[in-house]
Structures are given as C-alpha cells and as structure tokens.
C-alpha cells in the first residue's frame, strides 16, 4: 500500500536568488547576456502586449501562493476612503486659499475639485467592479494599454508609495512639533554637512511610520476597524465645526463672493484637489471585498460624494465666520475659533488634523502594499514581493519593503522636495485611467474595425491635444477667452466625435455614466491640474521616468518576456495534450 509523502510547506521568509530572479534570463550569465542580446525584440513584443482579465483575477494570483482574506464590506471601504483623503489638508489650505486667491468662493472651488476627483473615482469604480484584483489601475492599464504603459505607470506607483508615505510622516512629526511648540522643526535633528532639504534628520516621522506600517502588516481587517473607529470621532469633529460654524456666522462676510474673480476661484480649486486624493488606495482593496459588485460603487462613489460635501461646508463656514482678508492662512480653524472664545477647540482641530494623516498613512500603507504585490505577481519586480503571509492574509513582504524605503525618505529628506514629483505621478495616473476606460469601452482587439479604430484614436489625440491647449492657456496668463474657447471647441468636438462610434464593450453591473463625456472631461481636467504644476515638477518626473526605463530595459522587460512566453508555451502543451486525448478517444 503506497504512503502518501507529507507536503512540505515553503517557509514564507526565504532569501533564494529563484525567489526574486526565477525567470529563465536570469538563470546565469551567459542567460543574461543572450537576453541583453535580445532586448530590441523583447522591448517590442512587451510594447504592444495586453494582458487579460483572467490573467489579472486568476494567473498572478498563484505567485502570492496564499489567498488574501475576503473581509470588507461596502462600510469598510467608505471609512477607509474617508480616513484616506481626510486628512490636514483641509484644515491647512482652505485658509491659504480663501485668504490669497478665492475668498467666500472657496466653496466653489472646493465644489469644482470634488467632481473631477469623483470623475476619476467613476473610472476607478468601474474598472474595480469588473476587475476585482489588488493591483488597481495597473492591473487596469496592463489590460487596456498594454505592459509597458503599466510599467510607466507602476513606476509611478511604486514612487508615490514611498514619496507618498515619506511626505505624510513630515507632515505629521511637523503638526505634532507646531502643537507642542511654534517651531514645526524642533524635534528634528540639524546636520550642517548635508545639503539643505536632507540635513534635517526626523526620526518622529520614521516611528509613526514603523507603527502605522505594522498595524497594516498584521491584518486588513483589524487596521480596517481602527480606521472606522477614529475617523467617526473624527466626523464628530467636523460636524461640531461646521455646526458652531453655521450658529457664529454672518452672512455679511460672504460679500464679495468673488474678490479675485473666478481667475482667483480656478487657481483655488487647482490646489485644494490635493485634498481630495487617496481615493485610488481604497481602489485596491477590491480583492479583498466580499461583494465587490455592490460595495465598491457603494464605498467609493458614495465616500467621494460625502467628502465633497463635507469640504464644501466645512469652507463656507469658515468665511462665513470670518472675512476672508482676515483669516489665518497657517491655522485657519483654530484663530477663528480662539476669536470667539472657544480656544479649547483648537485642541479638537488639531486632533482631527493628526488623525486624518495618521488614517492617510495606515490606508496608504494598505494601498501601497496591494499595489506593490500585484506589480510583483506580475514579474515586473521581484516576485518575493508578491507573497502573502499564510496567517495575517496580507503582503508582508510588500509592506515592510515599503516601509523601510519610506522611513529612510522620510528621516533625510524635507517636504518641498517630496511634493512636486507626487503631484505629478497622482495625476498623470488618474489621466491614464481616463483614457483607458475610453479604449475598454471603444476598442476591442479583432472586434474592433480598423476604420472605427482609426477614428477612435484620432478623436483620443483630439481630447488629449486640445486638453493640453487648454492648460497652456491657463499658464500663459492670457486674459482673453479666445483661446480657451478655441481648445474647448475642439475638445467638445474630439468628444462628440468618439460619442458616434459604436461601442465594443458595455459594463455588467456598474459602468461610468455619460460615456466619453465624462472620461473625456476627466482627462482634460488632470492635464490642466499637470499644467498648474512648476516645472520643477516635469524636470524631476522625467528624471526618475528616465531612471526606471533603465530598470525596465535591463530587468524588467526580459522577467516579463520571460513569464508570457513561458505562459504560451504551456498553453501549447495543454492544447496538445487535450488534442491528443480526443484523437485517443
């Protein structure tokens, strides 16, 4: 009688060079440099190559080898938006804007931001709906754009994971410090020998970021409940504010409602959607949602659309308390407060602020780690990243990897150096998805005509160029309206133009309504919001774009070659195998 062996299971810490090179390229020397040799070939097979929706739910799952915990509902994901994009933001920037550039209008400003944040969170929906996987919009670009425009984008992810995490654990040791005393630097570390911007070493910052990167480490669930728990009293918090906002209010301080003229309200609206984003981490629990038909919709669009009104009124009762020329542009909330006698509310407002970054950092942490996981799955880094840890149900590995890197970011470098590359990175990815739901809708490989397909793309370079127009016009500073109704002319016909094309691709359950119009508006506005940026901004996205091409032509291209066409040849081994077992029969 045969004995079965006892299955031996691998150990989840392991250090193998196959754990993070397996690909055949890698194998040896002479292997690299036969693909080092092949790398023009390489480069134009990954260019074009899409992959599938099965590939994304399915095959990749298997390189993480333990499935991650099905745990959230529909209440999780909008407490976890919430924690995600409520954070200092609007305690800091409502009172710059209101008082340089908006004034009462700030409301409207606030207003004009949260529905091109809710555009983007519209083609997030959709895409997590369908495509329920931990990857995001990678996962979503590798299937409509093709391999390499994922690899820009997970580049970009991967850089607004650290950047991302680094700069919201200044911010925090900064807020933490300005309580304690008037000086944000003062529990920092001065080094005279490094370069101004890295000679300030913030060791509070590395900490925070340790615990809260711990937290998420040990299990979605539980950061899950500690998220929904402080950012209800948070929304306490915010409801007493607006509500003594409303009951000390005049409504005399609301005039004018445009002192810089809608120029000024524009110029607002443009910074204060830096409050609004995080959304797209909670994009990348889908894969761990019970019923992720019902609860994305319900948990993004329904988080955004309350998060907007929140701002919205949280701005008007600021004005409406104070003039707009005499608010606080560092501490808005808190003079206004301390002007009507109620200094102990400060202590609430700073509380709020603390715990809306400290949220940020924990569902970033959650965010960056599924993104970092499914990048890995996909080979494009190391798959030792991809492994999910058999008793938390979460990618351990993909966690503290990100967490180091952030921690070293954030003890060297200030916060100025941080932001412009992260603004860019935001956008240029929620631009990407625009576009990619646009081609999900419109384009579907041997479906799809070439003369429909031609027309397609030429009204997609419409949009895009004529959205381009648009945000040079705004920084040109021209006064006049003719250009802007020229590019937006042109833009309306661009979309009106792809409006008459026939459609390849209908959602099953939940799709983006007014389809182009709404992508396409997404699209224009992302690449104003880019436009708005310095050029600081594109000097340093280029650079670090130009740095991971490097990457991608010396590793990443031949891991991925490498997976697809080990992947084709054993679909041809199955087919022949299924062949040869009917010729049997």
Not at 84 to 105: D, K, L, R, W, Y
Not at 161 to 166: Q, R, S, Y
Not at 551 to 556: D, E, K, Q
Request: net charge positive.
């Amino acid at each position: 009688m045969a004995v079965d062996e006892p299955t031996t299971q691998k150990s989840y810490w392991r250090w193998s060079k196959k754990d993070f090179f397996p690909e055949r390229s890698f194998q040896s020397c002479p292997d690299y440099k036969t693909a080092l040799k092949q790398t023009i070939p390489r480069l134009k097979d990954r260019l074009f190559d899409r992959s599938t929706e099965t590939t994304e739910l399915i095959e990749l799952r298997k390189e993480s080898e333990n499935p991650m915990q099905k745990c959230l509902t529909w209440w999780d994901l909008i407490w976890l938006s919430f924690g995600s994009v409520v954070g200092s933001g609007i305690f800091s920037i409502t009172g710059q804007e209101a008082h340089n550039h908006a004034g009462p209008s700030i409301v409207i400003s606030y207003a004009i931001s949260g529905f091109s944040a809710l555009l983007s969170v519209f083609c997030y929906t959709e895409f997590s709906v369908e495509i329920p996987v931990a990857g995001g919009s990678f996962s979503f670009l590798r299937i409509e754009l093709g391999d390499f425009i994922a690899f820009i984008a997970a580049s970009n992810i991967l850089l607004e994971a650290v950047l991302g995490a680094a700069g919201l654990g200044r911010s925090w040791s900064s807020y933490f410090a300005s309580i304690i005393k008037d000086n944000s630097d003062f529990l920092r570390i001065y080094l005279k020998s490094l370069p101004n911007g890295f000679n300030l070493l913030d060791p509070i910052a590395v900490a925070v970021l340790l615990i809260v990167n711990g937290i998420a480490a040990c299990g979605t669930k539980g950061a899950s409940f500690l998220n929904w728990v402080s950012s209800i009293v948070s929304a306490m918090v915010i409801v007493f504010i607006i509500t003594v906002g409303f009951i000390y209010g005049k409504s005399k301080n609301l005039v004018p409602f445009f002192p810089y003229g809608t120029e000024g309200m524009f110029r607002a609206a443009a910074v204060v959607y830096w409050s609004y984003t995080g959304f797209d981490m909670v994009a990348t629990m889908a894969e761990e949602t019970k019923r992720p038909a019902r609860d994305i919709p319900l948990g993004l669009v329904g988080s955004m659309s309350m998060i907007t009104v929140i701002y919205c009124l949280m701005s008007l009762t600021l004005t409406m308390m104070e003039k707009y020329t005499e608010i606080d542009v560092n501490a808005p909330y808190t003079v206004v407060f301390d002007k009507i006698g109620m200094r102990w509310a400060k202590y609430l407002v700073s509380i709020c602020a603390l715990k809306g970054m400290t949220t940020s950092m924990l569902v970033g942490s959650l965010g960056q780690a599924r993104y970092t996981t499914q990048i890995a799955r996909a080979h494009m880094i190391p798959p030792w990243f991809a492994l999910v840890h058999p008793k938390t149900r979460t990618p351990v590995n993909a966690t503290l990897s990100v967490t180091v890197i952030s921690a070293v970011v954030a003890f060297f470098s200030s916060l100025d150096v941080l932001s412009s590359v992260f603004s860019f990175s935001t956008l240029f990815i929620f631009m990407l998805m625009a576009v990619a739901l646009l081609v999900r809708r419109y384009y579907v490989k041997d479906v799809t005509s070439k003369q429909d397909f031609v027309k397609f793309l030429v009204s997609l370079l419409v949009i895009i160029g004529s959205s381009i127009g648009t945000a040079a016009v705004w920084n040109s500073n021209s006064h006049g309206w003719i250009g802007y109704v020229v590019c937006g002319a042109i833009w309306f016909l661009g979309t009106l133009a792809m409006q008459l094309l026939p459609k390849q691709h209908s959602p099953k359950v939940w799709g983006v309504p007014l389809v182009p119009w709404f992508p396409s508006l997404s699209i224009a506005l992302n690449l104003f919001l880019i436009g708005s940026l310095g050029y600081q901004a594109f000097l340093r996205f280029f650079i670090c774009s130009a740095i991971m091409l490097l990457y991608y032509v010396f590793v990443g291209v031949h891991a991925t070659y490498d997976v697809a066409h080990q992947n084709q040849r054993e679909v041809k081994i199955e087919d022949g195998k299924e062949g040869g077992n009917q010729g049997a029969l």
